[in-house]
């Protein structure tokens, strides 16, 4: 059991339900209900199998096809959020871009 809890908080802690909603709140004033959650299915497939191909070939893609050792992909990652907090806190341009409701790439 605790196992299993230890990776449901790491997927809640993925998915971010509390920034994935402010990120979606204009799709959702957009959009009908109806296709919000035919996109949101969409990107839920999208992220699965994402998800499993880097589960199953993660380590032979960083290591053959990027070139990459993981640690250093880490680190870019954490620089990359600092930079974005960095402008949050300072208010130095929008800390993110809307989606266009009406884009075919919304998923």
Do not use: C
Request: net charge neutral; aromatic share 14%.
């Amino acid at each position: 059991m605790e196992i299993f809890t230890q990776s449901f908080l790491l997927i809640f802690v993925l998915l971010n339900p509390f920034i994935m909603s402010v990120y979606l709140l204009a799709l959702l004033k957009e959009v009908p209900i109806r296709q919000f959650a035919s996109l949101m299915i969409r990107a839920g497939m999208i992220s699965f199998v994402v998800f499993f191909i880097f589960a199953w070939l993660g380590e032979m893609i960083f290591d053959s096809v990027l070139q990459v050792r993981f640690p250093a992909f880490m680190i870019f990652g954490g620089i990359t959020f600092l930079i974005i907090g960095v402008r949050l806190i300072l208010g130095i341009g929008p800390p993110m871009s809307s989606l266009n409701p009406h884009s075919s790439e919304v998923a």
